[in-house]
Nanobody, 126 residues
């Protein structure tokens, strides 16, 4: 299984970025997908999760609600994270994760996920 995250970069506060995570080696449409982030010196934290179907339920961390949107294209085996109104505190390495069997109530727990991508750096300047 490979999860390849991309789309990170340097952006000014208030700007936008779209992250992508291309999956291979798994039946993408059967996996719930998630995004996490980890800032220097901090633990990895949940950002957003989406059910296996593109139109299915989504879940967001309170810190990103209303600013970030997770979506997926099962035909392209890709999950996205559209980030808007970015703040300096959003600066982190962003990771995508996949799991076929994760329980919805455990989305926020990194240990509950089966597969991880390599991460993409997002830096928001003030």
């Amino acid at each position: 299984v490979q999860l390849q995250a991309s789309g990170g970069g340097l952006v000014q506060a208030g700007g936008s970025l779209r992250l992508s995570c291309a999956a291979s080696g798994l039946t993408f449409s059967r996996h719930r997908m998630g995004w996490f982030r980890q800032a220097p010196g901090k633990e990895r934290e949940f950002v957003a999760g989406i059910n296996s179907s593109a139109g299915g339920p989504r879940n967001y961390a309170d810190s990103v609600k209303g600013r970030f949107t997770i979506s997926r294209d099962n035909a392209k085996n890709t999950v996205y994270l559209q980030m808007s109104s970015l703040k300096p505190e959003d600066t982190a390495v962003y990771y995508c994760a996949a799991s076929e069997r994760i329980i919805w109530s455990q989305l926020a727990f990194p240990n509950a996920w089966s597969y991880w991508g390599q991460g993409t750096q997002v830096t928001v300047s003030s």
